[in-house]
């Protein structure tokens, strides 16, 4: 599986992709401006994306137009200003709050 990764927070981008099995291909990005950019040259059939982000609307603006081509999209955010069903209603197929427990990151990618 191809997976895009997407966080201003670098430390947390590492930890995150660690979390991946090593089977999928994973491509980082560092802030939602890079994402963008990838999501649209690449192929992925994943992306997993911070929310709370600088540049061009955040996080928010790359899940709606992901899941408007039918990819799959994970948001994981530290803000518990929105409730995981808003997230769902513009395209997140499964929402984290950080920290992302790995255990359930895995069972996750398992049922994909």
């Given amino acids: ?8 927070n670098l430390d947390l ?20 401006l890079q994402g963008s950019e990838l999501f649209n040259k690449g ?8 929310i709370d982000m600088p540049g061009t609307g955040g996080g928010l603006r790359l899940v709606s137009e992901a899941a408007s081509r039918d990819k799959t999209v994970v948001v994981y955010t530290g803000s518990i200003a929105k409730p995981k069903e808003y997230y ?5 197929k499964r929402v984290f709050f950080k920290a992302i ?12």
């Fill in 1 to 8: 599986m191809n997976i895009l990764l997407i966080d201003d």
């Fill in 13 to 32: 981008l590492k930890t995150v992709k660690e979390m991946i099995p090593a089977e999928h291909n994973v491509t980082l990005a560092t802030d939602a």
């Fill in 43 to 50: 192929d992925f059939d994943l992306v997993v994306t911070d």
């Fill in 88 to 92: 769902k209603s513009i395209g997140a």
């Fill in 101 to 112: 427990d790995d255990d359930e990151l895995v069972k996750f990618l398992s049922s994909l």
